[in-house]
């Protein structure tokens, strides 16, 4: 089995590096939304440091959907998500080799790239650890949500719309977490365990049902 997920996941990483504009894509749409605030909003010191957390948040929530739509999709129109199903494998190990290479070249990337961020929006040396931190644990659990919301709307017309009609409701509270754990460690550092835990404890649970669930939903939409 554990062959069977690393075949899957240097598979996708394989045919990602081929398509690098794809990849490349996520990061720049990321860099620019959160370079577009402090021009429309305002320059000043205090003001980029109460916005950061927030805006960097939400821009790795819509960086990561960009690539959800494709999650599955090349797999179901060449027909090897059909010889998937057909693997006498578990089809949910095969589906969490497929969502660790979308976080590799979706949500890592952001994680590397978030001391630069932290420098536009003025953040602490520690709150620009701790925003690594969030992003490093949050940004999975993204990936593992938008699985199940991509596998439930394969195949269908205008499945990008309702992609994210399904799974933002479910990406808030990683979203106030992960920006809360930002914003109380500019005060005080002690303060972001809560968060931080919180956020484990989701990913946890995402990584326990979020496989299962995608699985489920891929064999709906197969047939």
């Not at 398509?19 to 000043?44: K, N």
């Not at 589906?95 to 979706?106: D, F, P, Q, S, Y």
């Amino acid at each position: 089995m554990l062959r069977s997920f690393w075949c899957i996941l240097s598979r996708d990483l394989m045919l990602a590096l081929r398509r690098r504009t794809d990849v490349l894509t996520t990061l720049f749409f990321f860099v620019i939304v959160v370079s577009l605030f402090p021009l429309g909003v305002s320059t000043e010191r205090q003001i980029l440091q109460i916005l950061g957390p927030g805006v960097v948040w939400v821009a790795a929530l819509l960086a990561s959907m960009l690539a959800l739509e494709r999650l599955f999709a090349a797999d179901y129109d060449d027909g090897t998500l059909e010889q998937l199903l057909l693997t006498g494998q578990p089809l949910a190990l095969l589906v969490l080799g497929k969502i660790t290479a979308h976080w590799l070249l979706t949500g890592l990337p952001l994680v590397l790239i978030a001391p630069l961020v932290g420098m536009q929006y003025h953040l602490t040396d520690t709150a620009i650890s701790v925003m690594m931190l969030a992003l490093l644990i949050g940004t999975p659990i993204l990936s593992l949500i938008g699985a199940i919301g991509a596998a439930l709307t394969l195949g269908l017309r205008g499945g990008g719309i309702l992609l994210s009609l399904l799974i933002l409701p479910l990406y808030i509270p990683v979203l106030i977490y992960g920006a809360g754990a930002i914003e109380v460690s500019v005060i005080d550092l002690s303060d972001t365990q809560p968060y931080l835990t919180l956020l484990s404890a989701f990913l946890v649970v995402a990584l326990i049902f979020a496989p299962v669930a995608s699985a489920a939903a891929l064999r709906i939409s197969v047939e």
